[in-house]
């Protein structure tokens, strides 16, 4: 991924940038009335309740009784984008084999404006933490404590990642997160090394999980796929080797598929 994040600029609309702003909140607060908005933005009423009023037109935000909240319009939005993604077109498929597989939580992620976003993630018949995994789903993450962007970061340029590393630090999670520049990319080295990435308990305790990339045919890392679990069944030697294969192996296909959809471009047409 190139698209990174800019500073404010003269070409910063003001009026847009306060209208995600109000977005934002109401996501944040869950809902809210116009007074509360007004105090939580530090805003006039009467503005809040404009850029409110020009949400619900565009159906981008519904009103219940005096309670304003985020519309399905969203949703929708959220679906085409998805959708548009070939990482999760092709890789749908594989990441619910993977899960049926080992039983596991699997996951599908990409990389944008240096976070981690998950495209998609699907439970096994043994899966844990199904609010927290659901809630990753509702919101952008750091990468460096988890397997699936440990994978992403291992493939990137180096100047990307000190870029990402600049803007959003290595906060820590749990004990065991790499906060130190130079031990992550020691960390990236072995990613590259072995093939694939270990989230060792650096995001939750007693979770554990494994990486691994999926690049196109010119060597661009589009996201990683991963497995994650409880410790005592992914310290078990044959287990993790189990799992370790299955992710690889998956990562694979996805892989192959990719490059074989973005190869059927190279064919001529006919007029």
Request: glycine fraction near 6%.
């Amino acid at each position: 991924m190139t698209d990174q994040p800019t500073t404010a600029s003269p070409r910063t609309l003001k009026t847009v940038a306060r209208a995600f702003d109000v977005v934002r909140a109401l996501e944040e607060l869950d809902g809210a009335g116009v007074t509360e908005l007004a105090e939580h933005l530090d805003l006039s009423k009467s503005v809040v309740y404009n850029y409110l009023t020009t949400l619900r037109d565009e159906k981008f935000v519904v009103k219940e009784g005096d309670t304003y909240s985020l519309s399905l319009q969203f949703l929708l939005v959220g679906e085409y984008v998805r959708n548009q993604n070939v990482l999760y077109r092709i890789g749908k498929g594989e990441v619910e084999e993977l899960a049926e597989k080992t039983g596991e939580y699997a996951h599908l992620s990409t990389e944008q404006h240096g976070l981690s976003v998950n495209l998609y993630k699907v439970s096994g018949e043994k899966a844990v933490g199904s609010d927290y995994q659901t809630s990753k789903l509702q919101r952008a993450d750091y990468l460096h404590f988890s397997a699936t962007g440990k994978a992403i970061l291992a493939h990137l340029p180096r100047e990307r990642v000190n870029w990402i590393v600049d803007t959003y630090g290595l906060p820590r999670k749990t004990e065991e997160t790499i906060t130190d520049r130079d031990a992550l990319f020691a960390e990236l080295e072995h990613v590259r090394e072995r093939g694939y990435a270990l989230n060792d308990e650096e995001e939750i305790k007693g979770l554990q999980a494994v990486g691994a990339p999926v690049r196109n045919r010119h060597g661009r890392v589009l996201g990683s796929v991963s497995v994650s679990g409880p410790v005592k069944r992914m310290n078990d030697p044959d287990y993790h080797r189990t799992v370790v294969e299955s992710v690889v192996n998956a990562a694979n296909v996805i892989e192959v598929n990719v490059n074989m959809e973005d190869s059927d471009l190279d064919f001529p047409t006919f007029a």
